[in-house]
């Protein structure tokens, strides 16, 4: 029986985003001794308030509840946060440079300052997502200069697989923990760190653990935007798309996860991580040619919403479209990437007048967005519009009282991004109702719109 899953640790985070917020309170929440760093002092000192620098559902209780203990605590000083740590974990941005390649200058940075003021053996896990070979070659540049110092690192990459919005919940309960380095003894004894929350441990190298990540969202992505090409098919066949899901899902070998039609994915890791991918194999001589699919179908998926606009309200020029969510999922304020974004900038081009709503993402919009109204719920954003748009399918959202929408719009079209409502039922509230790859009445969308003209001009 191993002794060490009960031992508290010394673990210092570098980055609290969130990757490194979660990371963080989740250890600090087992007894282990915890120190946050981040390079943006507005945020460690929001967080030595008890205010979190980004919403998760669970977060807050956890970071204060520790912080409180003494379990948990925040600095900018490298020179506080690495002496005596026994894992540094690097959980630091790794944004899309110019050609879709991984920018390393936060990580390069992070690495520098790590071995600047290491003062005994420690671990650097590396959870954020780098391209393949980032960790033999921070390994060999740590080590190096570690021997110098007469100091000795590890290096272990640990991919992080959770998903924002249940953040807290993936972490404490992982479908696995992948681990790659070198040295098996560094990997080991960052498996102790997880074996209380899994037994689903896979130890390989530090190449294939980052090619995991990589893979595993791509995958992920790739079916996504495998529903939503099949959604554009449904469409022009009459066919219902939801239900296409739902008996592809239930056979085993397929899975009914990511196989929902929408406006395609977003957030801060499926766009940048298929980038990526793709500038790794191409600048290996490959034509990654699925992967550059995945990304066509996904940018495609955001322009239908405004060919269904055109479609049925002629130009867009004046009239008043409602966005109802800006997140790029729910449970999050994250933006990045945010299918909202995309329609903001796409309508405000064809001239339309915006208004937005969104339960916990407004602050972030409203710094990225010019131009929009930003309200205080689905109603306002309703009222007097000609169409609002659902894009993100909070739970707020998907009770919503139609009769009182219906009453409150211009013209009364409801565009249901994430196909949250039943079309026949929207069709009897009275709205003009498209969903993604479900026809109305059993049709095409040619049917449906002259079913709905049928419907206006009954309606006179
Ligand atoms: N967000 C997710 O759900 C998720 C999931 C899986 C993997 N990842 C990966 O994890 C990494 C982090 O993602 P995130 O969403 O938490 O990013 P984030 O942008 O929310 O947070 C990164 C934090 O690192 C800080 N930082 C930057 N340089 C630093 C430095 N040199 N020293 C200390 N702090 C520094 C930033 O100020 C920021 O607070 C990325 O590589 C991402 O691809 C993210």
Known sequence: MRHALFLMRRITVIGVGYVGLVTGACFADLGNRVICLDVIPEKIEKLKRGEMPIYEPGLEEMVQRNYAAGRLSFTIDYAEAIPNAEYIFVAVGTPSGVDGEADL?????????????????????????????????????????????????????????????????????????????????????????????????????????????????????????????????????????????????????????FLHAGLGFGGSCFPKDVKALMY????????????????????????????????????LRGK??????????????????????????????????????????????????????????????????????????WNEFKQLDMPRLFESMRRKIFLDGRNVYEPSEMRAHGFEYRGIGRPLNGGTVEHARHAEEAVLARAG
């Open 105 to 257: 200058k936060y990580i390069r940075n992070a690495v520098e300052n790590i071995a600047a003021h290491l003062d005994s053996y420690a671990i650097i896990v590396n959870r954020s997502t780098v391209p393949v070979g980032t960790g033999d070659s921070t390994a060999q540049t740590l080590i190096e200069r570690g021997k110098k110092q007469g100091i000795d690192f590890q290096v272990v990459s640990n991919p992080e697989f959770t998903r924002e919005g249940s953040a807290m919940y993936d972490f404490l309960n992982p479908d696995r923990v992948v681990l790659g380095s070198v040295d098996p003894d560094a990997a080991e004894a960052v498996a102790d760190l997880y074996r209380v929350f899994t037994k689903n441990i896979l130890i390989t190298d530090l190449r294939t653990a980052e090619m995991i990540k990589y893979a595993s969202n791509a995958f992920l992505a790739m079916k996504i935007s495998f529903i939503n090409e099949i959604a554009s098919i449904c469409e022009k066949l009459g066919a219902d798309v939801k239900m296409v899901a739902t008996g592809m899902g239930q056979d085993q070998r397929i899975g009914a996860a």
């Open 280 to 315: 790794m194999a191409e600048v290996n001589g490959l034509h990654p040619q699925l992967l550059r699919a995945v990304m066509d179908i996904n940018r495609d998926q955001r322009r239908r919403m405004i060919l269904h606009l055109r479609d049925l309200l002629g130009t």
């Open 320 to 393: 008043t479209i409602g966005l109802l969510g800006l997140a790029f999922k729910p449970n999050t304020d994250d933006i990045r990437e945010a299918a909202a974004i995309d329609l903001a900038h796409m309508l405000a081009n064809e001239g339309a007048n915006l208004r937005a709503y969104d339960p916990v993402a407004m602050d972030n919009a409203q710094r990225l967005l010019d131009g929009v109204r930003f309200c205080n719920d689905a109603y306002e954003v309703a009222a007097g519009a000609d169409a609002v748009i659902l894009v993100t399918e």
